[in-house]
C-alpha cells in the first residue's frame, strides 16, 4: 500500500473465506468452532444457516448466532488483555457487548440457563493454537463471563418483577 495504516478493507477473515473456498465468514476455520459450539448449546433447538435472511425465509437465530460469536470473541481477548466489565469507559463496552450476546442468547436462542462462558470453549478451539493466552487464562475468562451473566440476569429478573408490579397498577 502507498501509505502505511491504510485499511484496503480486507478483513482477516474476509480474506480467509477466500482462500478456503467459501462464501459466508462465519464458516471460516477462526470462527466456525464458535458457531458449532453455540449451536451444540441449543440441543437441536436452533441451526446455523449461510446466507442473508430472505421474505420467505426468516432465520431469528443465524443473525443471534453471529452476535454471539462476534462479541464473545471481543469479550474474550479483552478479558485476556486485562480489561474487566465495569460501568465506565472500556469496561463498560465490553460489559455491554457481553450483555447484548446474553440478552440474544435468552430471548432469541431460549438459553434458559448462563451459557456464554460454554461457548467459550469455542474461542479457544478455534483460536487457543495461535492464541496461547486464551487456555492460559481460562479460568479468568470463564469466571468472568459467569459473573457477568449471573449479575446480568438478576438484573433483568429485578427489572421484570418491578415493570410487571407498576403494570398491574394501571
Known amino acids: ?58 432465520n431469528t437465530a443465524t443473525p443471534a ?16 488483555d486485562g480489561i474487566l466489565p465495569g460501568n465506565s469507559g472500556r469496561g463498560y463496552v465490553l460489559r455491554r457487548l457481553i450483555r447484548r450476546a446474553i440478552l440474544k442468547g435468552q430471548r432469541v436462542l431460549g438459553f434458559e440457563e448462563p451459557f456464554f462462558h460454554l461457548v467459550f470453549d469455542g474461542v479457544v478451539e478455534a483460536m487457543g493454537d495461535h492464541y496461547t493466552e486464551l487456555s492460559e487464562r481460562r479460568d479468568v475468562v470463564v469466571e468472568t463471563f459467569q459473573s457477568e451473566e449471573r449479575l446480568f440476569r438478576r438484573t433483568l429478573a429485578q427489572g421484570s418483577d418491578l415493570l410487571d408490579h407498576d403494570l398491574q397498577g394501571l
Open 65 to 80: 448466532i453471529r452476535i454471539i460469536v462476534d462479541h464473545i470473541r471481543t469479550a474474550s481477548f479483552c478479558i485476556v
Open 1 to 58: 500500500l502507498p501509505f502505511k495504516s491504510v485499511d484496503d478493507g480486507r478483513g482477516l477473515e474476509r480474506t480467509s473465506c477466500v482462500l478456503q473456498g467459501l462464501t459466508d465468514v462465519y464458516r471460516v476455520d477462526s470462527i466456525w468452532p464458535i458457531v458449532e459450539r453455540t449451536v451444540a448449546l441449543g440441543n437441536g433447538r436452533f441451526s446455523y444457516e449461510s446466507g442473508p435472511a430472505t421474505p420467505q425465509h426468516r
